[in-house]
C-alpha cells in the first residue's frame, strides 16, 4: 500500500527539522546489526536539510547509516557542480561517518560504465524487495520543469528503464548525468521530495493537483510501490496549492 502525504513548513529550518526528526525515528526501527540505506539528492532544498543535519549531528547515529546517491553530475568529485562535492561541503566534514560507508557515484568515470558500475554497488549492497533493491529513504528535489534525479521530462525512456541506472542528458546544459530510474525509486520504504520556493509553486500545484498534463513530468511518475512519500516544502513553494 502506498500513501502520500504534504507537509508546509514556514521556513526552511522548520522543514529540515522535520526530515532530520523523520530520519532519527527510521533509523530507531534498525535492528541490531542492520544499517539504514539512504539515497541523497542534490538542488538547494537538500543542501539546507545537508546544514541542518550538521549542526544537528546528535540526532543521527551516523555510524548506522550508509550513504548514496539519486544521481550525479558527470564531473569530478572536487567540480564545483558534483552533488558528493556539495554533501562533502555541507555535511560529510561535519561528522563522522566510515569511509566504507560513503558509497559516491564516480562522476569522473565514463558514464554508460559507471551506471553499471553503480547499480552492481546497489545490488550488493542494500537488500533486494521484489528483485529490485529498496532503499530505506530516497531523498528528492524538484525542478521547475518538474524533473526529480536527474530524470527530465521528454527523457521518460530513462526514467522507466528496467535498469536501476541510467546515463541522462541535461535538456538546456547538455550536461550528462547518471540517474537512478523509477525502477529503482519507486521501490524504495519512503520517499521524501524537499521542494520550496516561488519558483516550483506552479509545477508543483500541477503535480499534486493532478492538473493539465500532470502525468508528463517525472516528478509526478515517483510512487512508492509498497511505502510511502512525503512531499515538504514551504509556504512559498505550496502558495497554489489549493490543501
Ligand atoms: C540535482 C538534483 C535535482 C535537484 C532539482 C531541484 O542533481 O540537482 O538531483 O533533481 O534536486 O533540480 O534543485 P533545486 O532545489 O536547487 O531547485
Request: with cysteine.
Amino acid at each position: 500500500m502506498s500513501t502520500r502525504s504534504i507537509h508546509v513548513f514556514p521556513a526552511v529550518n522548520d522543514l529540515a527539522a522535520f526530515f532530520a526528526d523523520l530520519l532519527s525515528k527510521e533509523m530507531a526501527r534498525l535492528k541490531t546489526g542492520e544499517f539504514f540505506s539512504l539515497a541523497l539528492s542534490g538542488g538547494s532544498t537538500p543542501k539546507a536539510v545537508f546544514e541542518y543535519l550538521s549542526q544537528h549531528k546528535q540526532h543521527i547515529p551516523w555510524q548506522r547509516l550508509q550513504l548514496f546517491w539519486g544521481d550525479e553530475r558527470c564531473v569530478p568529485p572536487e567540480h564545483p557542480e558534483s552533488n558528493y562535492n556539495m554533501v562533502q561541503n555541507s555535511l560529510l566534514r561535519h561528522i563522522s561517518i566510515p569511509s566504507g560507508h560513503i558509497f559516491r557515484i564516480k562522476g569522473e568515470a565514463e558514464p554508460q560504465a559507471e551506471s553499471v558500475r553503480y547499480a552492481e554497488t546497489i545490488v550488493e549492497k542494500i537488500p533486494s524487495v521484489n528483485k529490485v533493491p529498496r532503499f530505506d529513504l530516497v531523498m528528492l528535489g524538484m525542478g521547475e520543469d518538474g524533473h526529480t534525479a536527474s530524470l527530465f521530462p521528454g527523457n521518460i525512456n530513462v526514467g522507466g528503464s528496467q535498469s536501476l541506472f541510467e546515463v541522462a542528458t541535461h535538456p538546456v546544459s547538455g550536461q550528462r548525468r547518471i540517474t537512478a530510474t523509477l525502477e529503482l525509486i519507486n521501490n524504495a520504504k519512503t520517499i521524501v521530495f524537499l521542494v520550496t520556493g516561488q519558483s516550483k509553486a506552479e509545477m508543483l500545484s500541477r503535480i499534486l493537483e493532478k492538473k493539465e498534463g500532470w502525468e508528463r513530468y517525472p516528478a509526478s511518475m515517483v510512487k512508492a510501490n509498497h511505502g510511502k512519500v512525503l512531499w515538504l516544502t514551504d509556504n512559498a513553494a505550496a502558495s497554489k496549492l489549493k490543501i
